[in-house]
């Protein structure tokens, strides 16, 4: 088992930045990857962006947040940030934590965090 928690959430003015941590625990060495979702009121849980866990540390954003959100996490696997820069209103969203185990095919979710972003 993995266990995920996101802190960071809040509201923001448009344009502005915010940042997400996530801190993960359990059988983290099983991890593949590490990334952010998000769902919007009425839509469904979208990729905002994924990392992988070996050393290579590939990246991976929507369409929607790249240039303006970067994925980061730390060696060990433990913490997985998100920076969220130039926010506009249609990053409002719950914010998901997620770590993936490509062997099982088998998510794991933290419960998630607001983004509010509104003038």
């Known amino acids: 088992q993995v266990q995920l928690v996101e802190s960071g959430g809040g509201s923001v003015l448009p344009g502005g930045s915010l940042r997400l941590s996530c801190g993960a625990s359990g059988n983290i060495i099983s991890i593949d990857s590490m990334g952010w979702y998000r769902q919007a009121p009425g839509k469904q849980r979208e990729l905002v962006a994924t990392?992988?866990?070996?050393?290579?540390?590939?990246?991976k954003y929507s369409d929607s947040v790249k240039g303006r959100f970067t994925i980061t996490k730390v060696s060990d696997n433990t913490k997985v940030f998100l920076q969220m820069d130039s926010l506009s209103p249609d990053d409002t969203a719950v914010y998901y934590c997620n770590a993936y185990r490509h062997y099982f095919n088998r998510n794991y979710w933290g419960k998630g965090t607001l983004v509010t972003v509104t003038s």
């Open positions: 990392i992988t866990t070996d050393e290579v540390e590939v990246p």
